[in-house]
């Protein structure tokens, strides 16, 4: 194979020289185009010959011929010493027709015509004929091997060299003779001329099908898409492409006589006997795609290897001839292939289907101890408002750090992946206990709930966990899956942030849950919603001022269901937009025909803030319905501001160029941060009702929070209204600190619309009708209890007490009407409420009051000594 390459070389070059010859030179690429030259390189090699012949001559003559003979002699030697000259001027790339037929004239025709007529001259002088004729016939054989398949330089020397013998003899049986012989040689010639044109048309085909072949061997190699070998019939390497040696880290002389099983390596063999390597080779058995790792020290390089023995004419075995192409880039494919299947390509984490093969092989495992195992489910809350206010990009990256923070979470203790958009799942192996699978998904939670940085934004999101467990809660994969995914919607039920295990009631809960959204979208379409309306009230001279529009629902089986219930359910289902638009355009219907000094306050939420369109539908609802832009009041509440964003600020400036009024709502009680303050054109603060009530407790500091907050927007020049305000000392309190409006049912309930109207057609002058306090004196303490909540076992913290009800910390947003049993210890229980939720803190109501023992303290507290000396609010 070297020879074949070295050979395709060399008749490259040739041809390039060939293609500046022109003229009547062949191309001289193959060895026949030689011939198409009428002088042989060599034709200089006719002097010693004929010197020679000459010289014996002269010894049977015994003597010295004539002058004119030993002339004639001399000449056609010293004619024949030129032919190396003559061959080369021939050879020529300019040289014309005219002067390559002088050259055949001068160089072959007068030389032999010269030697022909010496002789003839001696024999006149008395040279014995017959060693003259034997002379000349040696002179035309060496004539004929030197002018080899050169039939017209053949032909023209033994015409020539014939001539003088018939010059001398003059006879017409001479002239006959010469002139048959010239027809003889002229048919011979010409015979022989197409003959030799044939051998050469085939040589020369067969040669450029040859030499096209090296051509594109060579091309092949060159591409670097294949290689060729070779080896002896010792399994030695006789050839190696360059390209193959050099992905070795040598060249092809330095792999040349080594086993082809050295280039090789020797780790990386097929499992298949019968398809490795070796066996092929010791079998002598043809093969081909054999998978090989190379022997390189570097990068993982991969071959795949074909090749076939290789014999000779007599059935001796050679060696082997193959060729091998590089597998790297369709196996690292294959490789990145098999990693999307099973890994998610934004995150890094294991995929839908990793993580349920996973599962799966979990429950399939022969023990019953192996087959236990937990999986959390995990959601996260908020993460479509970054998409819709920051693009996709930001979304991306958001998933890129949640992923990070919940590997690091995890640890060890599991495997996590993500199933899909903003959906994780983590699958945690063995026994679990509840507890610790709580404080495990607790500090899943607060670690996603953290801020991000995005975009040189910072960024809050939060998530909500479902637990279930394998196999209490479900011995296949479908049933273990589709009861955490309802864990999973009760966590979001509860308020978001919070986990949750499984539990039976829950598939009735989810299936009241997708009845209750079908019965939202049929309510829309019907229009069963109603708008009722909660007076506000100037604290200054009690007189109503204005009124805070309230969704209120109907359902025609249910009855009255809590926005609470709902609300949460229309968001998820992406119906909170409609359903807020309804709101504003008849909240202003209802606003234009009240007094012009009432306004009225419509809730906005986050989703609808989001939206580019809301100052062009706020501006649609106040035309439509003719009132002034300041008499309308948008409720925005802290949420606006976990993206903070400029389309932020640019949404707030859009909003006051339509003239309306902006409130903070529920201000305080979720991520706050005065910096927002300073940004936003909010005319109100509102105080949520968690700071109002209990404010009036001994020891309370809600008070204090009051009071800042009335400092506050009186120095930014905003009103504030105070919330909830339900008993008279919350009333008196509320007023002495400041706040400039107050709501909540110490003055009026929420009323529909034509009890609205009916109220402002009087002289809006408002009464304060409630209870003097709000409840019993509460014993502060610090003691562990146990919280059973829809099968769910918590730990939590009694923080206070009284005999109607407890305030306990540890209970992450656990929603208000929730019912209860606390445990205090083995034996002691009670039932209980939940009244309201803030954070990790929830104030509950008693079904029964409590007891006390004779030492006044709770007969349920066991060990408990009495009260301490501090007290606290809730």
Known sequence: MQDLRARGERRGAQRLQAEKAGGLTQAIDEPASEQSFFLPREAGGMTLFLVAAFAIAAVVFQGLPST????????????????????????????????????VLVAIVLPMACAGLALALWVGEGLPWQWAIGTMVCINAAAAALFDMRIISLFCSKIASWAGFAILVPATATFAAVIA??????????????????????REARERVAARAEDILRSFEETGQGWFWETDRRGLLTYISP??????????????????????????????????????????????????????????????????PVYDSFKNFCGFRGHGTDLT????????????????????????????????QILAAPSGRERACAVLMLDLDRFKHVNDTLGHPAGDALLKQVAQRLERAIGQAGRCGRLGGDEFQVIVPGHQDRSTLGHLAQEIIASLSQPYSLEGQSVVIGASVGIALAPEHGANSDELIRNVDLALYAAKDAGRGVYRFYAEDLHAAAEERAELEQDLREAIAKGQFEVYYQPVVYAANEKIVGFEALMRWNHPRKGWLSPAKFVPIAEDAGLIDRMGQWALRTACADLARWPRSIRCAVNVSALQFANPELPTIVANALAHSGVAPSRLELEITESVFLNDTS?????????????????????GTGYSSLGYLKKAPFDKIKIDRSFVQGATEEGS???????????LAEALHMDTTAEGVETLDELELVRLLGCSHVQGY??????????????????????????QSARAARQNLLRRVVIVHNGNRLNATLRNISESGAMIEGLWNMPAGSALRIEFSADKSVTAQVRWSRENRVGIEFHAPLRRRADGAFSVLKGQQGPSASASGW
């Not at 792999?255 to 390596?265: A, F, K, N, T, W």
């Not at 006051?656 to 201000?667: S, T």
């Not at 003055?747 to 809006?764: E, H, I, Q």
Request: charged share 25%.
């Open 68 to 103: 004119t003979t030993i002339s004639l002699a001399l000449a056609s030697a010293a004619l024949f010493a030129c032919g190396s000259l003559f061959a080369r001027t021939e050879r020529q790339a300019n040289i014309g027709n005219a002067l390559r037929l002088a050259t």
């Open 647 to 667: 389309g932020t600020d640019a949404m707030f400036k859009a909003l006051k160029r339509v003239g309306v009024r902006l409130a903070l709502d529920d201000f």
């Open 329 to 360: 880039e369709k196996r690292r494919s294959e490789q990145q292939v098999s990693r999307l299947a099973h890994y998610d390509s934004l995150t890094g984490l294991a995929n839908r289907v990793q993580m349920s093969q996973a599962l799966e």
């Open 746 to 771: 110490i003055y009026f309930k929420p009323m529909n619309a034509a009890d609205a109207t009916a109220l402002v057609s009087g002289n809006l002058v408002a009464e304060a009708d409630g209870p």
């Open 243 to 308: 390209k193959a040696a050099m992905v070795l880290g040598k060249t092809a002389d330095q792999v040349v006589g080594r086993s082809l099983s050295e280039i090789v390596d020797p780790s990386q063999g097929a499992a298949d006997a019968e398809r490795t390597l070796a066996f092929h080779l010791s079998a002598r058995s043809a093969f081909q795609d054999v998978e090989v790792r190379a022997a390189t020290s570097g990068d993982e390089r991969w071959w795949a290897l074909a090749g076939r």
């Open 701 to 711: 500091r809600n008070g204090a929070i009051i009071a800042s907050i009335t400092s």
């Open 181 to 202: 012989a010239a027809l003889t040689l002229s048919l011979i010639a010409r015979l022989e001329w197409k003959a030799a044109q044939k051998r050469r048309d085939a």
